[in-house]
């Protein structure tokens, strides 16, 4: 009894911590990267020129399904237009929300693909030159998610910075916009992400910033 619930008290913790590892990885991705635009551009790009022509390979050697291989590497250059204005982003802009919905999109596809795979008829299992088609082995599965589904949408939101950072009719110094200007994405998020957490924490008694009340100069 007693271990079973250290178990769940495990479980909660480790996953807590894995939020928060997440979290500071995001945070420290988008920092480095905000120093190094340009290159991080230009690998972007290529990257996404690379990925359209591995799904094209996979058509043309794996058998992959064309109408759903055709809808991904759409998406990828859906996902390029993206960086025409790279690392700014208007978080409402349509390149920006059909991205979104696009990179939803893949995923389930993918993953209806890979979950139930096309099994021939029976008359044509039993011909004597019957070649049963490749079921893709998790690790495979995995690394497809991994490079071709989920990496370059993860790579744009770290990489891309919000205009909607900066606050309308706020006079600043040059400076002090640039330096918004370059807030990426992913620390904005997990910023307000914090900030919320820390509201909730104060209307039930607990102080969870240690810099809450100080004034910065």
Known sequence: MILKLL?????VVGFLFLVLSIASGLYYISELVEEHTEPTKRFLTKLIYFIIAVFVLLIIFDGFPIKLTLLSIFSYYVYLQNLKRFPYVELTSPIFLISCVLVVANHFLWFNHFHTPYIPPLEVRLKPNYKPPHIPEFVEVCSFFGLLVWFVPFALFVSLSAHDNL???HVEST?????KKKNGLAKVVVSRIRDYIYAISRKLGYELDPHHGTIVY
């Open 7 to 11: 178990s769940y008290l495990g479980t």
């Open 167 to 169: 606050l309308p009719h």
């Open 175 to 179: 400076q002090d916009t640039e330096r």
